[in-house]
C-alpha cells in the first residue's frame, strides 16, 4: 500500500502543461473571435499520430486494436503504446539525425536510435553528442564532429589556434540547439539583431579548438583508425585572433556568446564545460520544444526562420506557452517522451483540418484552430505503402532499401542555410512518376498475397473497395465515391485487374499522400 501511495504521489508530481495549453488555445480562440475545428474521429488520428511518432500508416491489426480499447481512453492509451515501441526511437533517430547533419551515417542514426530507446535525457543526449572522442566505428556520435570539421589550419598555426578552423560544428550547434543563426557573424556583427557580434561567434568557436582529428593503430597492424580526441596542447590559451581587423589584432577568449566563460580545468575538457553551459542557456529548452511543436503541428509557437531568433517582439507567438513547456520539460528531466505525449494528448493537435468561415485564411494558421496538412516525408511515404500493402516483412526491407534509393530527395538551402535531406516533403507529381515507372512498385501492386488478395475475399464489390479505403486511408468508402467509381471504371464484379487501377490511384491520391 506504501509503494502504491508513493507511485500515485510520483505521477501527481510529474509536470502536465495540458490545463494550461488546453486555457491558452481557448482564450486565444475567444479573443480572435475564432471557431476551431471540430474534433478528428477515432480512425483519422490513429493514421495522424502513428504517421508522427512511428513514421508509417498503422496496420490492419493495430487498428482493430486500438478500436477495442476504451472510448474515453484509447487516443492516450495508444499515444503511451507508440512511444515505447522501437519503432518510435527509429523513426525519431532517423528524423534528428538527418536534421543534424547533411548525409548522416548508418552508425550516426544507430547512435541516436540506442540513445531514444533508452529514452536518454535530451540534455543528457545533446552533452553526448557535442563532447564525443574516439574511433567512430565503436561511437556513432564521433560522425557528429567528423562532418563539421571546416577546414585544416596552416601547420604553423595549430598549436597556438588548433588543428582545424571548426567553424560548421560552431553553427551547426548554435543553430540546432539554440536556434541561433551566427554564422554571418563570422566576419562582421549580425545585421538585425545589435546584441549578437563577431566576438560572439569567434569566441563560441573557440570552445571547440582543442578539438583533435587523429590516427591510432588497430590489431591489424596494417591498419589504422581515425578517432576525435581533446588535446589540452592545441590553443592552450582558448584565444582566437579576429579575422581581416587591418594593422590591429584582437584576441576573443572561449565562450558561450561572449557570455559565459569556457575554460577547461583537470576533470572536465574545454567541450564539456561548454556543453554543460550550452544545455543550461534559456534557448535549449524552448528550441526542442519549439522544434517537435513544428514537427506535429506543421508550424512552431514562435518564428525561427528570422535570425532575431526568440526575440520576444512578435505578439503573434505564444511565447508564454513556449515558456511553460520549456519549463514542464525542464521538470521532467529533458523527457523527449513526455513532450511528445503533451503533445499528442492535447486538443490542438486532435482538431480536423477542415475549415470554416473564421479560420479558413492563412493568416489564421498561427492561431492552430485546424490542423494543417502535412506532405509525407519520402520515408513516411515508403513505409506507408508497404504497410498498406501488407508486404512480408523480409520482402518489406528489400523493396525499402530499393526505393530508399530511387527516391532521392532534392538537395535545397532552406532560410535558415540548413539542408533538407530525407525529411524533404515528397511533390505528388514525383511520386506519381516513381509509382508510374518502378517494377518493383507493380510487382507489389500485383503481388497475390497482401491487402488487394485479402481484399477481393470479400463478399461484395463495395466491401472490398471499402477495405482498401479503411487500409490505406484509414477511413470508410462514401456511398457518393463508390457510386463515381462504378462510373468510372465500369466495374460490376470483383475484377482484380480492375481494382489494381483503384489501388494505385488511392496510393497516387493527396489523402494518401499527406498527413492530415
Known amino acids: 500500500s506504501v509503494l502504491l501511495l508513493l507511485s500515485g504521489i510520483a505521477q501527481e508530481s510529474r509536470p502536465d502543461p495540458s490545463r494550461f495549453l488546453t486555457d491558452h488555445f481557448h482564450k486565444l480562440w475567444k479573443k480572435h473571435r475564432i471557431e476551431p475545428a471540430s474534433k478528428c474521429e477515432d480512425l483519422a488520428f490513429l493514421r495522424r499520430v502513428s504517421l508522427d511518432l512511428i513514421g508509417r500508416i498503422p496496420d490492419r491489426v493495430e487498428r482493430d486494436t486500438f478500436l477495442k480499447l476504451p472510448q474515453a481512453k484509447r487516443r492516450k492509451l495508444w499515444i503511451d503504446r507508440l512511444l ?18 547533411p548525409t548522416p551515417s548508418e552508425s550516426f542514426r544507430g547512435w541516436c536510435e540506442s540513445q531514444l530507446k533508452r529514452n536518454v535525457s535530451y540534455r543528457e543526449l545533446v ?73 560572439d561567434f569567434w569566441g563560441t568557436n573557440a570552445a571547440f579548438r582543442q578539438v583533435e582529428l587523429a590516427q591510432r593503430p588497430t590489431r591489424d597492424v596494417t591498419k589504422t583508425e581515425t578517432i576525435i580526441r581533446d588535446n589540452p596542447k592545441l590553443n592552450p590559451k582558448g584565444m582566437i585572433e579576429l ?128 490542423m494543417s496538412v502535412k506532405r509525407l516525408t519520402r520515408e513516411q511515404l515508403i513505409d506507408s505503402i508497404l504497410t498498406g500493402l501488407e508486404v512480408s516483412l523480409p520482402r518489406r526491407r528489400q523493396l525499402r532499401s530499393q526505393w530508399m534509393k530511387q527516391l532521392k530527395p532534392v538537395h535545397h538551402f532552406s532560410k535558415t542555410c540548413e539542408i533538407e535531406t530525407s525529411e524533404r516533403r515528397m511533390n505528388p507529381f514525383h511520386r506519381a512518376l516513381w509509382l508510374m ?44 465515391e463508390y457510386t463515381r467509381l462504378l462510373r468510372v471504371s465500369r466495374i460490376q464484379k470483383l475484377d482484380r485487374a480492375v481494382l489494381e487501377d483503384v489501388l494505385w490511384a488511392l496510393l497516387n491520391s493527396e489523402e494518401f499522400g499527406t498527413n492530415h
Not at 528524423?95 to 547533419?101: A, D, E, G, I
Not at 582545424?164 to 536556434?179: A, E, K, Q, Y
Not at 518493383?440 to 464489390?461: E, F, I, P, V, Y
Open 243 to 370: 579575422p581581416d581587423r587591418g594593422e590591429f589584432v584582437l584576441f576573443v577568449k572561449s565562450s558561450l556568446l561572449n557570455k559565459t566563460p569556457v575554460r577547461e580545468t583537470k576533470s572536465k575538457t574545454r567541450r564539456q564545460i561548454f556543453a554543460e553551459a550550452l544545455t543550461k542557456h534559456p534557448n535549449f529548452a524552448r528550441t526542442i520544444v519549439n522544434q517537435m511543436w513544428t514537427h506535429f503541428l506543421s508550424r512552431g509557437l514562435a518564428d525561427y526562420e528570422r535570425d532575431v531568433s526568440l526575440a520576444k517582439d512578435n505578439v503573434t507567438h505564444h511565447w508564454r506557452l513556449l515558456d511553460v513547456l520549456s519549463k514542464a520539460f525542464i521538470e521532467s528531466g529533458y523527457d523527449l517522451r513526455a513532450l511528445c505525449r503533451w503533445i499528442c494528448n492535447s486538443e490542438v493537435y486532435a482538431l480536423q483540418s477542415h475549415t470554416n468561415q473564421t479560420n479558413a485564411s492563412s493568416k489564421k494558421l498561427i492561431f492552430f484552430s485546424r
Open 84 to 101: 515505447e515501441r522501437s519503432e518510435h526511437a527509429q523513426f525519431l533517430s532517423r528524423l534528428w539525425s538527418s536534421r543534424l547533419m
Open 127 to 199: 552533452i553526448n553528442l557535442i563532447t564525443a572522442s574516439g574511433a567512430s566505428r565503436s561511437n556513432g556520435a564521433v560522425h557528429f564532429i567528423l562532418q563539421h570539421l571546416g577546414s585544416p589550419l596552416p601547420k604553423s598555426k595549430r598549436g597556438k589556434e588548433g588543428q582545424h578552423d571548426l567553424i560548421p560544428l560552431t553553427g551547426r550547434v548554435m543553430r540546432s540547439f539554440l536556434s541561433l543563426t551566427v554564422d554571418c557573424a563570422q566576419c562582421h556583427s549580425h545585421p538585425f539583431e545589435d546584441t549578437f557580434k563577431m566576438r
Open 437 to 480: 515507372n518502378s517494377s518493383s512498385m507493380q510487382q507489389a501492386l500485383g503481388s497475390r498475397k497482401g491487402l488487394l488478395t485479402r481484399a477481393l475475399k470479400s463478399r461484395t464489390l463495395f466491401a472490398c473497395v471499402n477495405e482498401l479505403f479503411q487500409s490505406l486511408l484509414a477511413r470508410p468508402l462514401q456511398r457518393n
